[in-house]
């Protein structure tokens, strides 16, 4: 095969691994396979650190391109399939466990598992009470509220609610809380959560924004 029909060929895989990539990330956004990739990188290769969600995009395509190779494809339609059947291929040797549901309590909330009002209720875990606020003042029907630990990074729990006023219980320690809402820019903070205070309350100003969730992912 000529150096030139190899190029090709590579670019060919390339393609269809990118807009595989893309396009999980963009459909199936907190549950897509990439995101699921990027979780398994940090908690287990990483040990806690982070990553932006981009360089994963990026290593599957340039992995779409080697199999194309070594599936020794032989035309660019075949090569962009190979390289568009990466995520199923990967995510058949990527373990993966969902994050518990934050154990909290909301008249909208959307993930509620069978334990959930009687966790609760529990008095020797701290409240969390969080209160959005926007400055285009538009009402707030859906958030994705994500906690992770501050000192590994990993996630602990998440789940969805749908009022931009919420609470939820956890055990004492250093946090980052992430609160995704659509339309606006994903918000991070650093949460204390200490066994002396019984209800720790914080605002969170939203900032508007034109980018979908999906990418803003990607770029951070």
Known sequence: MRISNKLKIGASGLVGGTIAALADVVQKQEASAVTKIETVIETHLLEGGSIPQYTVVLFLALLAVALVFIFEARTKIKAFLIGASILSLIMTFVPYESARSLIGRSNASVFRPAVFFAQAE???????????????ARPISEVIVSLRSFKTGGIIARSKFTEADFS???????YVLKIEVPGYQIAEIFLTIVPEVETESRVIELKPTWIPLAIQRLLK
């Open 168 to 174: 939820f219980y956890q055990e004492p320690g250093y």
């Open 122 to 136: 529990k008095p020797e875990l701290p409240r969390v009470d969080i209160h959005l606020e926007t400055k285009n």
